[in-house]
């Protein structure tokens, strides 16, 4: 028997799925060989089954005599729409809090909703739109119930900072996850740009350098990807007139850490004042300024939300199994492992591995990886 030709190595950027695949060719016999390209491709792919928008779907009732507005905030039980312009004051009606869901809430920031208005300034919901975009997380104290952030958004503005709180790409790559499963286009902010060239006494220059690593090691990696990225300063308005055009028509939400800067961007956008807060010092770390969400209307055109800050960021609905499906990188190295079922993280000959050695693949992502994996088998 012939020998079997050298093992082929993956590229970077330019990893495709499909290209990918037709490389086992040399390696598996015809029928092994098409029944495993098609379930890899339907695992990176299609991941349609996971999306709520494919289940079942209720009967909608007849809201042509009601008047639509959108979410703009949720402030105890009282939920402020917007119609064409107009506030109004609504609660939500009796029928959708007997629903059972594993969502922490009926309703969220930038739902469409049909509203029965009973004066100019008040209202009942009586129907909540179909969403075509979702960004949630598992709840922090209920992993089992979704907590929605936002709904109907265009794109999600994963905003950090380049010294304080501390740039996380492992952060960043949970939020690449739900972006993508809740069918959003993710645009990584940089904010606080300025401090790397003029950080503050309290930061020492060795510090500094560490964090200029970190982030140029993780953007080559994101721009790999094809996931837009901006530097920013709100102080210094470094990168704030192309963060407008990207805004403009768009609904966009602005979400991450304390202290990272979301509210100070948008008030030097938007020239809004909102509050915010002073990182202290001694823990590097922000504070919470933002304590609920709210949606501002753009003179550009579209919407924008601020959220509140976050200290953890547990992914949604999803399966041990599945997350190398989002790993573009390791998948399209996958399929050269030994084991079809590998793991990635014990097996032998495991090409994914074997990538990584060769700096093929980066160390930051695949720790992020192993991060995921490890928190969904403690839940």
């Known amino acids: 028997m012939s020998p079997l030709p050298p093992p082929l190595s993956c590229t970077t950027s330019e990893l495709k799925v499909k290209d990918h695949l037709d490389i086992e060719e040399d390696f598996h016999t015809y029928e092994h060989k098409e029944s495993r390209k ?84 008040q209202g009942v919901i009586v129907h909540i739109a179909e969403r075509y975009s979702v960004l949630s997380r598992a709840d922090n104290l209920r992993r089992r119930f979704e907590q929605i952030i936002a709904a109907n958004i265009d794109q999600v503005l994963i905003t950090t900072s380049a010294l304080f709180p501390t740039f996380k790409p492992t952060l960043i790559d949970r939020y690449l996850i739900m972006t993508e499963r809740g069918n959003m286009q993710p645009i990584i902010l940089i904010n606080k ?13 060795e510090e500094v350098e560490e964090a200029k690593a970190l982030i140029e090691e993780s953007l080559e ?46 008030n030097q956008m938007l020239g809004t004042d909102f509050k915010i807060g002073d990182i202290v010092p001694t823990t590097r770390k922000g504070s919470h300024t933002t304590t609920r969400a709210h949606l501002v209307p753009l003179e550009s055109g579209g919407f924008c939300i601020d959220t509140p800050g976050i200290k953890s960021f547990g992914v949604w609905d999803i399966q041990k199994e599945e997350v190398q499906a989002y790993f573009p ?51």
């Open 38 to 121: 098609e379930r890899k491709i339907a695992q990176a792919l299609d991941k349609s089954k996971y999306k709520k928008t494919n289940q079942k779907k209720k009967s909608a009732p007849n809201t042509d005599n009601l008047e639509t507005g959108r979410v703009l905030s949720i402030i105890s039980n009282e939920i402020i729409v917007d119609i064409e312009g107009t506030k109004v004051v609504c609660t939500l009606r009796g029928v959708h809090k007997k629903e059972k869901t594993r969502q922490k809430s009926l309703i969220a920031i930038g739902d469409i909703v049909h509203i029965d208005r009973s004066s100019k300034e």
């Open 193 to 205: 740009c300025d401090v790397l060239e003029d950080p503050p006494s309290f930061i020492q220059t």
């Open 221 to 266: 990696t994101y721009r790999a990807l094809n996931i837009p990225i901006l530097r920013l300063s709100a102080k210094s308005g470094e990168g704030l007139d192309e963060l407008r055009a990207l805004m403009r028509n768009k609904t966009s939400v602005f979400s991450g850490q304390s202290g990272v800067g979301k509210s100070s961007l948008i």
């Open 329 to 379: 990188e390791i998948l399209a190295c996958s399929g050269e492992c030994k084991f079809s079922g590998c793991t990635h993280t014990h097996e032998p000959d495991c090409a994914v591995k074997e990538a990584l050695d060769q700096g093929v693949i980066s160390p930051l992502r695949y720790s992020s990886y192993l991060n995921l994996l490890e928190d969904l088998s403690n839940n």
